[in-house]
C-alpha cells in the first residue's frame, strides 16, 4: 500500500547563500555559509545532521566527477552518508526529495539538503554543458538552453497567433516582475529593476529571446533540514511541512515526437498531478497560495505555469499578464524571490534556494515589500533538461 | 546503348561577389562565384548533386559509386564510401575516390562507361565535386567556385556516349603539394600555348575524327576553361559557332575544378532535346573528350541547376568569407574542445549516415533517431520497420536562433520540421537566410560537416528551406 507524504516529514531549517558571480568564493565556501545558516535556523550543529544529500549538476568541475566528497570535505562531517544526486537543473529538488524520503522511512531524525553548482571557474560566460560532440558526437551537438527554450517561444506565438511584439511583450512582463522582486532580495544575483522596454530592446541571445529573457549564471547553495514531523516541534515553533512531492521524468523525446508542439512541459504536468495528489489538491488555483517556478527563462515561467494547470493552455496573458495576478498581492503570487531569473540559478542550488523561499514566505520572514499575505502553502518547481526533453519536480509545502 | 541514365548538379547557396572583393583588395573585380558553406566540403555537395541525380530512380540499382575531386576532405579515409552510405546505397557498392586531377571525373565517367560496356556492372554513379581554395587577392578569388555534379552511368542511357578520346600528360601547369593550402601556377601564356589549348583542341579533334563527325554535326560543345578569358579564346581556337557553346559559368558560378566541365553538360541537358548531340570536353594531365547524342529515352529532370543557381545569399562581408574558408586564425575559446566517438557513430551508423528512421508498425508515427522502443506508443524495437527519411520534404514547426552559440556562422538556428508520412526532424538549420525564415515554410533535409571534433570529419544531416520549392522562388 502506498501512502502520501503529505505532513510526515518537517523542515526545521533553512539556509541559502549570497548568489551572485563569487570570484571570492569556492564551492566548500559555497556549500559552508548555507550549511552554517541552516543550522543557526535549526539551533543544530552540522554534527548533528545524520544524513545528507546534494544535488549538484557540474560539482567540482572542470576537476573532476562531482561526487558527494565535495560535501563531506566541505563541512568535515564524520563518517555519515552523503549521497550525490543529479538531473540537471532539478538537481536541488532531488536532494529534497531523497532527504524527505529517508526521514520518512524512518532511517534517520535529522537529515539536510543541500543544493549547489559552482559556475563561475570557467573561463566563459553562458552554462557550462557538455562539449559538442560529448554526449552525441552529431546529433544536437550545438543544442544550447537558450536555443532550445526559443524554440518553445517560437511555437507559443504561432499556436496561439500571437504577433511578435506581443509576444515579446508578454515575456517582458514576466521578466520585469522578476527583476522587481530580485532588487529588492538581498541575496539575489540580479539586484537591479527593468522596464517592459529595457527587456524588448535587450540584445538577442536565442531569437526570440533577449537577454532579460533569460536567467544570469550563478553562484550559489542552499541548505534545508528536515525532521520527522512529529519531531519537528522540539526544535522549532514555525516549521513547515512536505505536503506532497511529485518527480517525473519525460521520455525525452518530444523534439522528435510529431504530437509534440512545445507549448507545454510534459514532466511538468506529470509532477504537478503527483504532488497534487498527495496533498490533497483539487484545484489548485484555490488550494495553493503562491508558487516558485523554474524560470530559467521567461516563456519558462509562462509554459510551467499553463502547465501548472493554473490556467488554460494559451491563457496566461489574460489569467496572469492583464490581471498581474502573479505579483505578490495578486491572485497567484509567482517567483516573488525574484525567481531563477534575478536571483539566479546554480545549476543544483535552485530546487533547495526555492525550499528556502516558501519556507520563509511562509513563516513570515521575506522583505515586507514582497511578503505574500496568508502565506500557508506554496509549490516548487524545479526541471532540469529542456523542452521535449524534461525532468521535473514539483514540491508542495506548507504550515502544518 | 550504353551513356549517362541521369544527371543533377549542385550549386551551394551563397554567393561572392566581385563588389565584395573589391572593397578589401581593390582593383575593379566583377560577377560572382559560388561559395560552399561553413558546413560544406566536396564530400557533402557531392552527395547534393547524387541526390538530385537519383531522384526518381531506385538507389539500389546502384552498382559502383566513383567519387572525383581534388578536394576530398580526407587525405587517408575514403570520401566515396560516406557518400555511399549518406546515399543509402547497397553495401556491396564498388566505392572508389579519383582525385589528384580536375579532370579527374571524366576519367571517372570513363571508367564508368567501360565497366557498363563489360557488363561486370549494370549502372555507376560518377560524382565529380571541388571547393579549391583561391589565394586571396589573386585573379582566382572569383575565377573559383564550388559545386558538384552526378550522373548515373547505365546500359538504359537517355544519353548515350557514343565516342571518347584521351590523352594523358607530364604537362605541369598548376599543383598543389601534399601539404600545400593554395594552389601554385606557372605563368599563364604557357599554361595556355603549351598547355590548355593543344591539349584541349587534341581531344576534340581526335573525338570527332574518331566519329566520323564535323563540329557542325554537334548541337551543343561543353568544355572546360580554367578562366573566361581561356575560355573564350578556345572557342576561336576550336573553330566553333560561339552560340553552341554550353555558358561556362563564370561570373556566376566560377570554375568548380573536377565538377566543372562536367556542369556545363548538365545545365545543357538540363536544356536538351531528342536528336542532340553534344560535345564533352575536359582538361588537366591531358584531356578527354566525348561525344554524345540524346536519344528517345531522353526525359526532361528538371532544371536542378538554374534552380540552385537562383537559389542564393550574397555575402555580405570578406570576413564572413575568411570565415568560411578557414584563411585566418580566430580566438579560441576556454569552452571545452569539441568532441566526438567514432564508436558511438558507428554504432549509430545507420541513421547518423543513412538517414533511417523507424517507422512504428503499431502507431504508424515515424520517428529519428532510430527507436528502441516506439517514442510514441512505446511498441518493442521488433514492430519498428526502418525507412529512409533523408528525401521527404517538411515543414517548419518551429525555431530559434541562438546567437551565443560555439558555430563558425552565428547565430545557431535550431528547428522542428514535421516532415511527410508523419515524421519529425529536430536539427540545425543551415543555408537559411534569417530574414526570410517562417513558421510553415518548406524544409528540406542535407547532409553537412557538423563539426571537426578530435580532428574527425564529423558528417550528419541538417535542415534547410527548401531550395528548389515555389515558395522559394
Redesign the interface.
Known sequence: MTESIKDKVAIIGVGCSQFGERWESGIDDLIKEAVVEACGDAGLGVNDVQAMWVGTALGSQPAGIPTAIVVSQALQTQGIPVTRVENACASGQESVRGAAYAVASGAYDIVMAIGVDKMKD?????L?G?????F?????????G??????????YF?KYGIAFDEGKRILAEISVKSHYYGAMNPKAHLRRAVTVEDVMNA???????GLFDCCGVTDGAAAVIMVPASQAKNYKKDYVTIKGIGLSAG?G?G?????Y??TYWDATRWAARQAYDQAGITDPRKDLDFLELHDCFSIAELIATESMFMCEPGGFKKEFTDTRAYYHDGAMPINCSGGLKSFGHPIGASGCRETYEICRQIQGKVERARQIKDARIGLSHNQGGHP?RFVCGVIIYGAP | MEGIVSWGGYIPIYRLSGDVVQKVWGGRMKGERAVANYDEDSLTMGVEAARVCLEGIDRNTVDALYFASTTAPYREKQSASIIAAALDLREDVIAMDVCNSIRSATTALCIALQCVKSGSIKRALVIGADCRLAPPNSDLELTFGDGAVAFLVGSDAAVTIDGSYHTSSEFIDIWRLENDVLPKRWEDRFINDEGYVPHLKKAVSGVVKASNLSVNDLTKVCFYGPDERSHKNMIKALGLDAIKVQDPLFGKVGNTGTASALMMLVAALEGAKKGDRILLSNYGDGADAFVMTVTDKFKFRGNSLSEFMESKILIETYGKYIKFKRLMEFETTTESPLRTSLSQIWRERRWVFRCHAHKCQKCGRTQFPMQKFCMNCQADEKFLDEVNISDRKGILLTYSADERAPVMDPPNVLAAVNLEGNARIFSQVTDRDLSKLKVGMPMELTFRRIHDGLGVHNYFWKCRPDRRSKEAK
Open positions: 570557467m573561463g566563459f560566460g553562458g557550462p557538455g562539449a559538442p560532440g560529448k552525441e558526437p552529431v546529433y544536437g551537438a550545438f543544442g544550447s537558450p536555443g532550445r527554450y526559443a524554440m518553445a517561444a517560437t511555437a504561432s540584445p538577442m541571445i536565442a531569437w526570440p529571446l521520455n523525446w523534439k522528435e515526437n510529431i504530437d508542439d512545445f521535449g
